[in-house]
């Protein structure tokens, strides 16, 4: 983890720093991204898009319009926030890397989906241990331009808010994310596609998701992702297959009825 700007912490009651969810983000510092950051930007941008029409959801490529990425440079955040804020009233939230849980889901709450400002270098183009912002942004923010996406999220918040002092809980939550938000696939009229940010941002793994056979798809089944544990230092075993971002939204009383479930008969306490 990098180490965090002290403002963005402030003393709690009993003297301790915590996590500062009123404060306004950091600066995207737009200026400071050099010649070479813009080329690896467009480097990234050109490969994964040539490759992503007909690999990935629709909603996707409407979505990357509408938040009017281009190869040409990197997003500016306050140009992007405007058209996001415009669609589903969501905000790129800028962090300096990995964040707390309770911040986080504070943040996501609130509509706002924390993303770095730093990207990765041209030696490091295909492999990473921790999310830049060519993942953060060409990953995640197109799909933030649909509106069951963005209350699933919002909602998913709240179930996390709930329980978040509970290690277990969190880490069940924090599976669902990772078999949908991060690693999902959509059966469309057309296919089957990639809606996962971390899919979408490696064309190793779009390839792998949909075509190889070695690892199983399964229907979205919720029961089943909370007791499904997942890595992150290799391609998916398992992913789960959803019909519609509508099925997603629609799930989140089951999901919040399995995490009662877990919480009483698996960790014997009651809210
Ligand atoms: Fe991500």
Redesign the pocket.
């Known amino acids: 983890m990098r180490e965090e700007p002290k403002d963005f912490f402030v003393k709690d009651e009993n003297g301790f720093y915590i996590y500062d969810v009123h404060h306004t983000g950091m600066n995207q510092r737009y200026e400071d991204y050099t010649t070479e950051d813009h080329q690896v930007w467009q480097i990234l941008f050109d490969r994964q898009i040539a490759f992503l029409p007909g690999k990935v959801t629709d909603e996707y490529l409407k979505g990357i319009e509408l938040v009017k990425f281009s190869r040409e440079a990197i997003p500016n955040f306050e140009y992007v926030n405007k058209l996001l804020k415009n669609a589903t009233g969501w905000n790129v939230y800028i962090v300096p890397g990995l964040i707390p849980n309770l911040a986080f889901f504070e943040l996501m709450e609130r509509k706002n989906f924390c993303a770095t400002t730093w990207l990765r270098k041209m030696e490091q183009l295909d492999y990473l241990e921790e ?1 830049d912002m060519f ?2 942004v060409f ?2 923010v197109p799909l933030l331009t649909n509106q069951n996406l963005c209350d699933f999220l919002v909602k998913l918040s709240k179930i996390a808010l709930k329980h978040i002092d509970n290690e277990y809980i969190i880490e069940c939550i924090g599976r669902l994310y990772w078999f949908t ?2 690693f999902g696939l959509i059966q469309e009229k057309d296919g089957l596609r990639i809606y996962g ?2 899919i979408v941002s490696s064309k190793g793994e779009t390839e792998f998701s949909l075509y190889s056979d070695v690892p199983e798809r399964l229907p979205y089944n919720v029961a089943q992702i909370l007791q499904t544990s997942y890595h992150k230092d290799r391609y998916q075993e398992k992913y789960f297959v959803i019909d519609s971002f509508e099925q997603l939204y629609n799930s989140i009383e089951e999901i919040d009825m399995e995490i009662e479930k877990i919480a009483k008969n698996v960790l014997n306490y009651e809210l």
Do not use: L, N, R, Y
């Open positions: 999310p993942h953060d990953g995640h938000i991060e940010a971390g």
